[in-house]
């Protein structure tokens, strides 16, 4: 009886080996097969992200996402999307999304984020001359103020949130949203302290307020599949080599510094 028994486990351990040790097909192995990395990007997000007059992308993510690319041995595509359209967008037609991507629990409820890169935050930028006026998110939100913003992403959810009386102004072109502010048509935008500190070097007549310390806790990441372990694993090695070396410092400083 008790060889039956282990003759029994034996043969049902045997056919579970090759069921066990089948592997998921890997958005790692396409890539490398492929040759090409598709990466959704807005392209209105300096200093992350920008689509330039002849159709080419620039930026910070636009450098890592071509040093990620030459690692897995392939080729960087860009996809131009937009915020509103960024996950769907990433899910339909990309590998990656990169471009000053914020880590957040939305998102995250349909796709997966690489380890963290940056540590960021919302912070205000306004005409140097209104600096004192918003020292603070209270000060901000006043029923005189005329606070404008992109929509579909994190800083549209960030003023909802957080302006009570406050006039809110959508403005749909991020490229030209500090114009606003610098024409007198909108007093202040609170965005990533990291665009504050390049749209004020952009922009002498704008000054970024306490970038130093945000308004709100954020990371920057990048958008992956969800539950594809391989994948990301590679892009969280990938990274975790960059900053060792200082590469990653020395991509993001040509851009900040």
């Not at 282990?6 to 097969?33: N, W």
């Amino acid at each position: 009886m008790k060889k039956l028994f282990f003759i029994l486990v034996l043969a049902l351990g045997t056919q579970a080996v090759p069921a066990a040790a089948q592997t998921s097909p890997s958005r790692l192995d396409e890539v490398i097969k492929s040759g090409n990395l598709r990466v959704c990007m807005t392209g209105d997000y300096k200093p992350f992200s920008f689509l330039k007059a002849d159709n080419s992308f620039e930026g910070i993510d636009v450098d890592l996402a071509r040093s990620l690319a030459k690692a897995l041995g392939s080729e960087a595509r860009f996809i131009k999307t937009s915020w509103s359209n960024l996950t769907s967008d990433f899910l339909e037609k990309c590998d990656i999304a990169m471009g000053g991507v914020s880590v957040t629990l939305e998102r995250q409820k349909k796709v997966s984020f690489s380890v963290p890169h940056m540590v960021d935050g919302k912070s205000a930028i306004a005409r140097c001359s209104d600096v004192q006026k918003f020292q603070s998110l209270a000060a901000i939100d006043q029923p005189g103020t005329r606070a404008i913003v992109n929509p579909g992403g994190t800083n549209e959810r960030f003023a909802r949130a957080n302006y009570k009386q406050a006039q809110l102004i959508l403005h749909p072109d991020n490229v030209t949203i500090f114009d606003q502010i610098v024409q007198g048509k909108a007093d202040v935008m609170v965005t990533d302290a990291s665009e504050t500190m390049w749209q004020a070097k952009l922009h002498p007549q704008l000054c970024a307020i306490h970038p130093d310390q945000p308004l709100e806790f954020s990371e920057k990441a990048f958008m992956l599949p969800r539950g594809d372990v391989p994948f990301k694993q590679f892009v969280d090695t990938w990274m975790h080599q960059l900053k060792a070396t200082g590469e990653y410092d020395r991509l993001v400083n040509q851009w900040l510094k």
